[in-house]
């Protein structure tokens, strides 16, 4: 398989280990006799290929779902803030601002 040169394979093969674990963690969690049965059978039911790959994509899914939702709220709380802000905060206009205004009337009077 390597041919001439097996000291290069042997490398190639411990690199490609080495990557292999710092990519991949692992996760342990105890569960009752029941609860693993529970699992294997919803597994089972699901079409799922383990239990390993039941876990893994449930749980994925319901972290994203999660996710999703707390980062929704925290948008939503934070536009409210924006929003409240604007509104009943009373701010002198910035240059920027009154310049947009003066370009702005005089476009309106040259339409005249």
Do not use: H
Not at 19 to 48: I, V
Not at 63 to 71: D, G, L, V, W
Request: some cysteine; aromatic content about 12%.
């Amino acid at each position: 398989m390597c041919g001439f040169f097996p000291y290069l394979c042997f490398e190639l093969k411990s690199e490609i280990m080495n990557t292999k674990a710092k990519t991949q963690a692992r996760f342990d969690a105890r569960l009752s006799k029941e609860q693993k049965q529970f699992f294997e059978r919803a597994a089972f039911l699901g079409g799922y290929r383990s239990l390993t790959d039941f876990v893994v994509l449930t749980v994925q899914e319901k972290a994203k779902e999660i996710i999703k939702e707390k980062e929704q709220i925290i948008a939503s709380e934070k536009d409210s803030e924006i929003f409240f802000n604007a509104i009943t905060k009373i701010n002198k206009p910035n240059q920027n601002l009154i310049s947009a205004l003066d370009d702005y009337n005089a476009f309106i009077s040259k339409g005249k």
